[in-house]
Nanobody, 123 residues
Framework: QVKLVQSGGGLVQAGASLRVSCAASGRTFGSYFMGWFRQAPGKEREFVAAINWSTSRIAYADSVKGRFTISRDDAKNTMYLQMNSLKPEDTAIYYC????????????????WGQGTQVTVSS
């Protein structure tokens, strides 16, 4: 069983930066993706970024490319999402997710989810 615990997030003005973290516990094996998704009010959960824990392959949504950076710390078994140049349209609840063994983008393929972290960007 894998447990994901998130931290970070908050309220910032447009143009500012935030970092959200996702600490994982439990044993996992193989090549799988861990990712970040977000869900704004009235909208479906959407892919933001993902990293393959075995190959370090990274994928980003077009809407965040060049502004967001996904990374990991193996020693802490923690994944991060550094968000720069934030825009009001980035406002959402951000969720970390693991372990998808097939696709970085498929929300249905992720077996574990963090509790969610609110990120609010004011204009």
């Amino acid at each position: 069983q894998v447990k994901l615990v998130q931290s970070g997030g908050g309220l910032v003005q447009a143009g500012a930066s935030l970092r959200v973290s996702c600490a994982a516990s439990g044993r996992t094996f193989g090549s799988y993706f861990m990712g970040w998704f977000r869900q704004a009010p009235g909208k479906e959960r959407e892919f933001v970024a993902a990293i393959n824990w075995s190959t370090s392959r990274i994928a980003y949504a077009d809407s965040v490319k060049g502004r967001f950076t996904i990374s990991r710390d193996d020693a802490k078994n923690t994944m991060y999402l550094q968000m720069n140049s934030l825009k009001p349209e980035d406002t959402a609840i951000y969720y970390c997710a693991g372990n998808n063994y097939r696709s970085a983008y498929d929300v249905g393929g992720y077996n574990y989810w963090g509790q969610g972290t609110q990120v609010t960007v004011s204009s």
